[in-house]
């Protein structure tokens, strides 16, 4: 009796301070990192928009090879949708808003999870492109801790692939340069 007692005590405990934390985390969170590409905007905004390109330069394709990917809608631009399956679930990625060379937002879909809404945004500079590819949301109230490591493992994922877009961008740059000149 004495040892159920202690196991209970300890639960609530757990319990309250587990809710207590919780109370001073806020649950939303807004990851953002930025690149610049040696490419103009229009060019940056295509391999972007164009979901199918997605698996040429973002990571989670090599972090997980057993993703069954099927694409909706049209090949580019708003309401197109990549939905796919693995291991640990369901998800889909859409497309629901955009500024032609501008801005692009996005809604993440995952089982059981509330939307994440992505954004993105295209400043022409000078001779680059300055890329922001950022993701905001809500977490439900036990999950507000969450939010804590968010900045952390996003933000990983978010620099690898906006690695992954600058080679795959501006190695299409060049290409489309030494087609120019073999053509003159």
């Known amino acids: 009796m004495n040892a159920g007692k202690q196991i209970l005590k300890w639960t609530l405990i757990t319990i309250i301070a587990f809710t207590t934390f919780n109370l001073f985390i806020s649950s939303k969170y807004n990851v953002e990192r930025s690149i610049e590409i040696s490419v103009p905007s229009h060019l940056v905004y295509g391999k972007v928009s164009n979901l199918q390109t997605w698996p040429n330069w973002t990571t989670w394709w090599e972090k997980d090879t057993t993703m069954v990917i099927e694409y909706s809608g049209s090949d580019s631009r708003i309401n197109s949708k990549m939905s796919w399956i693995n291991e640990e679930g369901e998800g889909s ?92």
């Open 93 to 184: 990625l859409e497309i629901i808003e955009e500024s032609f060379a501008d801005s692009l937002n996005t809604v993440l879909l995952f089982d059981g999870i509330p939307p994440a809404y992505g954004y993105w945004k295209f400043e022409q500079l000078n001779e680059t492109t300055k890329v922001t590819w950022g993701m905001k949301g809500e977490m439900p109230f036990f999950m507000s801790f969450m939010t804590l490591f968010m900045d952390k493992v996003l933000g990983q994922d978010f620099e690898k692939g906006l690695e992954g877009l600058k080679e795959v961008c501006e190695s299409f740059s060049f290409l489309n340069k030494n087609i120019t000149l073999l053509n003159l």
